[in-house]
């Protein structure tokens, strides 16, 4: 029995952490109640709620789990068979993943995309900074991909951008077009974003705007690619989710920056 099977059964699918508080839907799964209350928060008002995991519709709310709802034998037999690997670092997986560290790829910059110096933060130029030409930088919008990409497993990563000016964040296909009006983000199938457009902040996917309001400018991005899911937190006190998008990946996915005006975005650390 594997350590992972420990972290599968106490971990909650929202914010893949070991559960705080954990609470329980009608069709069995389970849930943080902060990470779950979120999730219906944005379903508010329109109908009956799903749940995030199964999409099975719900009309009696959460509950507390019963002890039985959870494999208590799997457990026990996990924690005893496994503790010389939870001690020697897998503990620390099970507890939460740690955030993917990425940099920016200036191969992908925008001629219009000013990188910082550790590659953490693009900020839009005013002037064409003439970057050699290569086949994979963008040239319609002021954009930029990470230098690596996932093409499987759990991942996420976290940004911030800033309050004036327009910038997007998200995570797209290598394939996606490098110029034309189909190269930006979320406009296609081939990218998601978050984006924020002068005081408009909406999630985009194949040119469909879904409103939403951050209270906060920091973001968590976090990929299940078996899963299909590609969610977005905001990192206020408590984390709060904002979206998940759901689909069949086919591609290795790059975390992927829209900057403009005088936005900015940046990787932190």
């Known amino acids: 029995m594997a350590a992972a099977d420990l972290r599968d059964e106490l971990s909650c699918s929202i914010c893949l952490s070991v559960y705080t508080d954990p609470v329980s839907l009608p069709c069995s799964h389970n849930f943080c109640r902060g ?7 944005t379903q508010e008002g329109s109908g009956a709620y799903s749940c995030p995991e199964c999409r099975a519709e719900e009309t009696e709310g959460i509950k507390v789990p019963a002890v039985g709802n959870l494999d208590v034998d799997r457990i026990s ?10 001690v ?7 507890y939460g993943q740690e955030a993917t560290d990425l940099v920016l790829d200036i191969n992908t910059a925008s001629d219009y995309v000013a990188l910082s110096e550790d590659r953490k ?5 005013e002037t064409a900074l003439c970057y050699p030409h290569t086949p994979e930088r963008f040239i319609e919008y002021a954009q930029v991909l990470s230098t690596r990409g996932f093409p ?3 991942h ?9 000016g327009s910038w997007a964040v998200g995570a797209a296909y290598p394939s996606i077009e490098r110029e034309g009006d189909k190269s930006g983000l979320g406009i296609t199938i081939e990218s998601w974003g978050l ?13 469909i705007e879904t409103p939403v309001s951050p209270s906060c400018r920091r973001f968590r991005i976090s990929l299940d690619y078996e899963a299909g899911h590609l969610s977005f937190y905001e990192l206020s006190e408590p ?12 591609e290795p996915l790059h975390p992927a920056f829209y900057v403009n005006g005088n936005g900015w975005v940046r990787i932190c650390s």
């Open 35 to 41: 990470c779950i209350g979120g999730v219906l928060g």
């Open 77 to 86: 037999e996990t924690l005893l068979t496994g503790l010389a690997g939870i």
């Open 88 to 94: 020697t670092g897998i503990k620390g997986r099970i």
């Open 121 to 125: 933060t693009a900020s839009r130029s």
């Open 152 to 154: 499987s497993g759990r």
């Open 156 to 164: 996420y990563w976290e940004v911030e951008g800033s309050e004036s």
């Open 195 to 207: 984006c924020k457009y002068h005081d408009n902040i909406n999630m985009l996917h194949d040119s």
């Open 239 to 250: 984390i709060r989710h904002l979206h998940t998008f759901t689909a069949s990946f086919t």
